[in-house]
């Protein structure tokens, strides 16, 4: 049994982190912390909780929660998330990061992104990427895994075999997602109002979102080689789901059925990657932690679609895979 | 021609009126006004009108406004509407107030429903409720209409003709109303944050939404009888639309014909009420000013079914109706 | 371990049934029935089971469904279900019967709201209503167990504590639900055609829904005097839940919290039923078994609100609860 | 005043051609056609034009269609519209076909994406293409006008401008286009039943849709060189809009400014076209006439964004802006 606090406890990846947690035989949670005025139960914030997690949100700090916790999950949001990790992991704890704080392997590519300097820069570079497919065995002793974000991980997991392979020109790179409206969060914007959002679909922070140079850096990494992809995300009105479809060129002739078979043999023995001959829709996968792949050869071009939950393999489902690697709990426990 | 300014022309009334005054042929818009900061051009506001409207939102003083338009809609909120409406008619303006300002006859339930006092008490009592189906002849003339709120119109519509005619008992009135989202308004509220409303229904402020003295009290002058029906209103996870459903007793046995025949009668001349055999949907209404009414007798009990836009016959398609009626044009136009 | 049949497995309680058992330590899919031709794997179907189920549809007759399984769960349209129901029953296995032909005690009201001669007659009126919370001794040792209706679960659970309590008058009752798409199946419909019932809401059925007598019957049964609903469904965009919104006299005098309080005391020791005090929306229950219920006093009438999700404690979840009651689980095993 | 038939109202495209004839002050709507049986009332099938238009479908020859109307609306499915329309021109009827069938300029072409042959090939390559924007003149003394396809339309309007001004290498179009669900139609499919596609989105028909050689034909001409764009579909949750995202190299090196430049120019003078500065989302243009285009440059490939409603400007919008052309009647009446 480990016991774990959850940071920053009032969000979407949050309330899904524990649902999935309150079914871990090995998970208990206790703490939940928040800067949330007069301590509410959690089951004011999140009335799904009612009957089922009996926590008021803490407004813990860092040293509080280290001599309570033995692993921690933050979902702070990125610059807080740093300037608090790097307490509890000095302090010994086990963490997996939700923020982007970690995932950069550049201080200044970080800060060119994000607008800020890093809080912790002495870690940056230092952090497992925390997907297993391809990143397990760092992820497995980890003391901090940046957990990935939810675009990053649909693209990835797609293109990764490609690259890998030398199937795909690494220079010719685009990254089409379309995502459900969680993945903004749930701080109150215009663009999330229901009456604005719902029954539309537009694209959003095309060339400036901060998921690129995340995309960029591990597919580089697996490639060997520097990539940058154009990307582009798009807003879709359903709560959850990411569809990532990308377009790329071959590196000489290739079939299609060459292309699937490449990434079939990647995956094969991943136990949250399934490959497909169909079009996988989001709801296939919805409320699950799976992540589905096919591909296509259009007139020359490598098409790939993957589709996820953004809230579970794309954040909370991917956190506590990582969380049963690092304690050594069975990979799909509660998954 | 009639020079139009409206007041508040941030929200989704007042970019429904304007869409529908653009094809009035004998409106003109000449002020649109917020306070807004930095008097935006309306399109940075509303991407719709982008290339059919050319007007900055200003921050116009009352006089202001009488000195540029002839007749003015205010989609101020209530509390705020009624101390600028005040001005424009003392200063011989024409106004149709989409707040609920004046639509109450008491200032004494003003303030018990509305928490404040109301800012022109004066008038209260003396303008006219702004549903031409019941009072087109008080409409036509009237310098000042109280716009109805779309709940009202949706259940006085259904229920005006079975109590004119006697046929269902005032003091078991029933109403259980669904709305789309868009009723909500405008302003960022987590319930109807994207995540939270959508896919998800539920009942909000029952006994006490302040839509329930206003069905009373038109429904009682109807009536010639004190009634207080229970309201309860829900929000549906879409953008438009109102379904109302009614409950009552009948006053003796009375079949489903009769009572449909009796609501048939009523509305013979009318634009824009169908009454029909089949349970409408919000769709068949939706951006229009229509309302579809229907009625069964299930088990002793009578029942009606009423559906509307709240954006077009709930709103701005009434107010439109209204400012026919004023100005002596042909009441459907440009609805 | 408990080797289950599941009949009729294309339609969605029969897929959502299947994602329950996949996570139940003591229950093995060993058959999946179906006419479908060409026996296609279950994740041809339903592609969200891919990797999760590898069975193919098989077109069994009921006595190779006995030879191969010990418990069947039956999610046959009514009418068909009844006429191999009774042969597995008499070949000794255990059933959890989805559809309505052994939920009315009565085969001439079965007749008149079915519009079909009973298939299995003598059974009618000696088998078990599959709602714990109500009967709970009679389903542990049942061989037999008739599922409940998605619309009588939410409306039971929120008024038999009422009348139990003889706190309302059974003469009295008004039950308007509000109902997610997939409780109309997956059969095609232009009715559930997805531009035709999107972004809108509409009543259906009203007096003529086949679940008013199941209704009827259980709360008469609880009441103890026989009881006549008026029932209304609607149908609201979106896939899952059902809120019900009921309405009553009290006998009496009877405060808000009196009214609260009789239902918490009735549900204290109930895993799945949660009395809460705000007004829950159908999301807060989504993909659980929770039924979650409030209720309000508005001038004089009594109000309840009930949310649940159609196809869990509505269906497939109800299902496995029963499941569990009848072999000895415990009774939240896997829900 | 120009009296017309309407051939194949049941669908989408009718019903909302029939909306927009209705309040056009020099058309009227003499035939509504079907092969229905019992010649329902229109109303009947499209709850919406209740008091709005009172005609039957009927089952009419064409002669008979052409004894009464002057101009026809085919919104027959491809194959069976040109044996209709066929006869219709013959007979000195002035017709718009919404069907793809003479769309394609090369009979062989059609065959081997529509799978079957040319019902009146005589005419393949001599029928004007509906796009005012490209062949206004052309449109204007037409007999017979090939109303272009929505997705058409969307990846043409943005694509155009560029191609004809030479500022992108006409070998490296991907189009990526997202359409609400309407766009399929009114025919029952199980992947168009609203709990499988709705909170879903997914890709189909990648690299087999029929609009893929009507963008390759008409970019082709625009540009003068043999195009074949690599085109993705992508079915998402809403009833109406598509988005169509475009990548393609630029020749050179060019600025954003530039791109947005050249495409102002172009449709400096169009009434329908808005090219603006923000992302459009789909809900700006519903239910208008309008397309909304932007572009960016990433990374060194130009990306654009294009919006329109598919039953409006994708459709029945641009049917009837390419009948006031033809009828001399001012472009934007009624749209």
Redesign the interface.
């Known amino acids: 049994m480990t016991r774990i606090a959850i940071l920053g406890a009032t969000g979407?990846t949050a309330v899904e982190l524990i649902k999935i947690l309150l079914r871990h035989p090995e998970a208990e949670i206790v703490a939940v912390t928040s800067r949330q005025e007069g301590q509410p139960h959690i089951a004011m914030i999140h009335?799904?909780l009612?009957?089922r997690l009996d926590l008021r949100l803490e407004d813990l700090s860092p040293a509080e929660v280290a001599a309570r916790a033995e692993c921690v999950f933050s979902c702070l949001p990125h610059g807080a998330s740093a300037s608090v990790v790097s307490v509890l992991v000095d302090a010994g704890r086990r963490v997996v990061d939700f923020s982007a704080d970690y995932r950069l392997n550049d201080a200044e590519v970080y800060a060119q992104w994000y607008g800020q300097k890093h809080a912790d820069p002495a870690r940056v570079g230092k952090v497992v990427y925390g997907l297993p497919e391809l990143f397990r065995e760092q992820i497995s002793p980890a003391q901090l895994v940046a957990n990935p974000g939810c675009y990053p991980t649909s693209a990835i997991l797609a293109l990764a075999p490609l690259l890998k392979a030398g199937v795909i020109d690494p220079r010719t790179i685009?990254v089409?997602s379309?995502s459900?409206?969680?993945g903004a969060g749930?701080t109150?914007?215009?663009t999330?109002?229901?009456?604005?959002?719902?029954?539309?679909?537009?694209?959003?922070n095309?060339?400036r979102h901060r998921h690129t140079p995340e995309i960029d850096q591990v597919l580089s990494t697996v490639a060997g080689t520097s990539i940058?992809?154009?990307?582009?995300p798009?807003l879709?009105?359903?709560?959850?789901?990411i569809?990532t479809?990308t377009?790329s060129q071959p590196i000489g002739q290739i079939g299609e059925e060459k292309v699937l078979q490449t990434i079939r043999d990647f995956y094969d023995d991943e136990p949250f990657v399934?490959v497909?001959d169909?079009?996988?829709?989001?709801?296939?996968?919805?409320?699950?932690n799976?992540c589905?792949i096919t591909a296509?050869v259009?007139?020359g071009?490598v098409?790939t679609?993957s589709?996820l939950d953004n809230l579970m393999k794309g954040a909370s489902g991917a956190a506590v895979q990582n969380f049963n690697l690092m304690y050594g709990y069975p990979e799909t426990t509660a998954l």
């Open positions: 979407y009335p799904s009612t009957g685009i089409d379309k459900g409206v969680s749930r109150l914007k215009l999330t109002h229901y009456p604005e959002c719902n029954e539309s679909i537009s694209a959003y095309v060339g940058e992809v154009v990307f582009s798009h879709v009105p359903m709560d959850r789901g569809l479809t377009y399934r497909v169909h079009f996988p829709g989001t709801k296939d996968s919805l409320g699950t799976f589905d296509r259009v007139r071009r098409l679609f589709c």
